[in-house]
Structures are given as C-alpha cells and as structure tokens.
C-alpha cells in the first residue's frame, strides 16, 4: 500500500492497493476508485454497529478490495487536513467522533467510553469516542490544521470543547466546568473545558466543524415568527 494526500486545504486521500491489499472505512466516505477495486459493506456485528450509532456516525463499514494494483479516493468533509497516524501494539489512538476517515492493515475499531454521561455529554467531548488499536494506519479527518503536543505524566493541556480531534491511548480526558459566575456569563468561552492528562501525545484541530457552524449561524436570515 502506498498513499499520498493532495490537495491542500481540501484534502483529498490517494491510496494505491495492491492485489489482495484492503482499506476500511464507513459506509458513503469513497470519493473515487479504480474498477480494478471492489466492495463489501458490513455491520461488524450489533454492538459495534450501535456502537458506531452512537457516535453519530455510520452503522456500517466498507472495505475496499483491490482485485488488481489500482488506486481509490477519499476526500475530506470539510475544509482541513487529513493525518496518517501509525497505530502499533500497545500504542492505540483515542479520537474524537467524525475524524476518522479510513484505516489500513490489522485495525480493531471500538467505542470508547472516556467519563460518564452528565459533563461529558453536555461538554461536547469526552462521552463517547473512537479507539483504534492493531497495527496498520489510520487516517483522520482533521477540521482546519492539525496541531500536535507531547504531554508529560502529572501535566495537563486545557483545551477548548470540539478542538481535540485525537489523543494517545495513554492519555486521560475530562471535560470540566468552568469555574466562577463571571467566567461563565462574560468570559466568552461557554461552560466547559476539555483537559487533557499525560503522559501522550494529543492532536488539536483549529477549526472545528461544530464552532464554524455556530459562527457561521449568526449570519444567517432567520424568521420572525
């Protein structure tokens, strides 16, 4: 398997299969591919189809088959980036829902549970999330630019909600409410804040899709009634 991502800030993922090699990803995220290419679409089992529900993503997963050397496409679903990371036995990846775009080689993928429902939920992070662990590649979907740091053990990074697209296995997450009345009604910055605990490597996004909508809302015509 070979791979290339073109395209700037509209990414678009190229990956060239050869005979008898195999990509997964979710159902409708194919962009093109070559006819020597064919595919199988499968649940993967109930659990792991609510699962993947529950995360607001696809129930079902395709796997893409190259009965030749040939090429297939997946293009970003929102301005970005799209990042390889290298998954390896006992270094599994944590990501957020919506960044995974395809994996390559011997990937599990399963619902993570990072903290109970109550802030989690409400935070936007942190309730449920994607975790990949195997050895092969996994390609994520990064909303804006990808910015990674390496968090030492007893350190933390205080991340704004909807801005952490993936971290290291090894890593913790919760998400927290701001404290003080006055932070929560003029400082501008909502009610939570995702912090993250090392030691581990986690990637920011710069735009997240949910914040962009958000702004981009406030613009919009909206009816009197």
């Known amino acids: 398997m070979r791979y290339r991502i073109d395209g700037d800030n509209l990414p678009v993922l190229k990956v060239l299969l050869e005979q008898g090699e195999a990509i997964e990803c979710e159902a409708g995220a194919m962009a093109w591919m070559d006819d020597e290419i064919h595919m199988q679409t499968k649940a993967g089992g109930l659990g792991k189809m609510l699962g993947r529900m529950l995360t607001s993503e696809n129930a079902f997963m395709n796997t893409y088959v190259a009965n030749k050397t040939g090429e297939i496409a997946f293009s970003s679903k929102f301005p970005g980036s799209i990042k390889a990371v290298e998954i390896t036995p006992g270094n599994g990846l944590i ?131």
């Open 95 to 225: 990501v957020q829902k919506g960044s995974f775009l395809a994996s390559f080689g011997n990937i599990t993928n399963e619902v993570y549970i990072q903290q109970k429902l109550g802030r989690g939920f409400f935070g936007g992070e942190g309730f449920l999330m994607r975790k990949f662990t195997g050895n092969g590649i996994v390609f994520l979907e990064i909303d804006g630019s990808a910015h990674e740091y390496e968090i030492p053990a007893g350190d933390c990074k205080i991340v704004d909600t909807g801005y952490v697209a993936a971290m290291t296995e090894t890593c913790r997450m919760e998400v927290k409410t701001i404290s003080g009345v006055s932070n929560v009604l003029f400082g501008g910055e909502g009610l939570f804040n995702t912090v993250v605990y090392g030691p581990g490597k986690i990637t920011l996004q710069s735009m997240p899709i949910a914040s962009t909508a958000m702004q981009l809302y406030q613009y919009m015509p909206h009816s009197s009634n």
